[in-house]
T-cell receptor, first 112, second 114 residues
Framework: AQSVTQLGSHVSVSEGALVLLRCNYS??????LFWYVQYPNQGLQLLLK??????LVKGINGFEAEFKKSETSFHLTKPSAHMSDAAEYFC??????????FGPGTSLSVIP | DTAVSQTPKYLVTQMGNDKSIKCEQN?????MYWYKQDSKKFLKIMFS???????INETVPNRFSPKSPDKAHLNLHINSLELGDSAVYFC?????????????FGPGTRLLVL
């Protein structure tokens, strides 16, 4: 069965510091991989996704993620955190034949 | 223009009541979904429809019944509401349900059962 784990349910960073949100997955076939962001009292919106090709994927708002097959990871990074980045972040995997499975989410706080 | 809209945004009701949540998308997508997000933010798919046909029907109580009158609308009817149904319910859509596709989410309906 496919699953997604996100290390750290809460992450705090200082404004201007590096953001690193971790995502690991288990899948019997190479999946499609997503990061979604949920701002308070809003629905989820796509940050970035990996389907095929280049393993380093750039998304909106300065975020990027790298697919590492050998580590079954898809960690999300941003070089410099901004106050507006405070939100809930969800990693998701979509095996090529089945529905999208969302991770439990990581709440990011940005300290001024 | 709102891509995926849901009504109502908030719903407070008593146990045992029946309620409906409506969802509409104007993206021209063929596939729509209902998700439940619990108090710990865990997001779980409930149903998906492709062009009005039920595709995914997860293990949810049969008190929950989706209805898709056309491919732009997917409504969720809940009978005999229970305390445990309190959650945020999200509607989403994607082009045709392919695994690589982006899902577009509505703003959510916050259901509180008293």
């Amino acid at each position: 069965a496919q699953s997604v784990t996100q290390l750290g349910s809460h992450v705090s960073v200082s404004e201007g510091a590096l953001v690193l949100l971790r995502c690991n997955y288990s899948s019997s076939v190479p999946p499609y991989l997503f990061w979604y962001v949920q701002y308070p009292n809003q629905g989820l919106q796509l940050l970035l996704k990996y389907t095929t090709g280049a393993t380093l994927v750039k998304g909106i708002n300065g975020f990027e993620a790298e697919f590492k097959k050998s580590e079954t990871s898809f960690h999300l990074t941003k070089p410099s955190a901004h106050m507006s980045d405070a939100a809930e972040y969800f990693c998701a995997v979509s095996p090529q034949y089945d529905k999208v499975i969302f991770g439990p989410g990581t709440s990011l706080s940005v300290i001024p | 223009d709102t891509a995926v809209s849901q009504t109502p945004k908030y719903l407070v009701t008593q146990m045992g009541n029946d309620k409906s949540i409506k969802c509409e998308q104007n993206l021209g997508h063929d596939t729509m979904y209902w998700y439940k997000q619990d108090s710990k933010k865990f997001l779980k798919i409930m149903f998906s429809y492709n062009n009005k046909e039920l595709i995914i029907n997860e293990t949810v109580p049969n008190r929950f019944s989706p209805k898709s009158p056309d491919k732009a609308h997917l409504n969720l009817h809940i009978n005999s509401l229970e305390l445990g149904d309190s959650a945020v319910y999200f509607c989403a859509s994607s082009q045709d349900g392919g695994p690589q596709e982006t899902q577009y989410f509505g703003p959510g309906t916050r259901l509180l059962v008293l």
